[in-house]
């Protein structure tokens, strides 16, 4: 975000707590101002994915199964879950709204891993198509970026725990 100034910096992230906490220690060192206005957007569709009753509130050691599920059928989820498709859409219409709120604004997105990988694999795939896709717009580029050989990828753009990541370079081909 070197370039742009604090005060149009907007940030955008997840409602759970530990988002709260990593967006407010990223907006102090870079001294965004969090009493001059509000800064941090909370949107439900940047939750973190639901992996589905039988893994909820379980430790990351069952995340290698659902990856694998993922990488066969990404329409499909875990049982009682959400696939990846369902957070991609999710995450697309968190992406509509953002555009629709902040115009040339720097934009800080805080959420959770594979809701990330998913976001940022789903950009690369509607930034690749952007000359030739749909009606241009960014509904449609979205749109036409989740399909099954896409999304099957996004573990290619896995995240380290508070890894900072710019979307709109991206970091492989689609």
């Not at 975000?1 to 990593?22: H, K």
């Not at 589905?52 to 290698?64: A, D, I, M, T, W």
């Amino acid at each position: 975000m070197a370039g742009i100034p604090l005060d149009q910096v907007r940030i955008f992230a997840s409602p759970f707590s530990r988002t709260l906490e990593t967006a407010k220690v990223v907006a102090d060192s870079m001294g965004v101002l969090m009493n001059a206005k509000p800064t941090i957007k909370f949107l439900e569709e940047l939750r973190e994915r639901y992996f589905g009753p039988p893994l909820e509130l379980q430790s990351h050691e069952h995340y290698p199964e659902i990856w694998a599920i993922d990488a066969i059928d990404p329409l499909v989820g875990p049982d009682g879950g959400e696939s990846v498709a369902d957070v991609a859409i999710r995450v697309s219409e968190a992406i509509m709204q953002m555009e629709s709120e902040v115009q040339g604004c720097g934009v800080l997105v805080v959420s959770h891993g594979d809701t990330l990988q998913i976001l940022q694999t789903v950009t690369y795939a509607a930034l690749a198509t952007m000359s030739s896709a749909g009606d241009g717009t960014l509904a449609s580029l979205f749109a036409d970026a989740i399909t099954r050989p896409v999304l099957s990828r996004h573990r290619e753009y896995s995240l380290l725990t508070g890894e900072l990541r710019r979307l709109a370079e991206p970091v492989k081909d689609i």
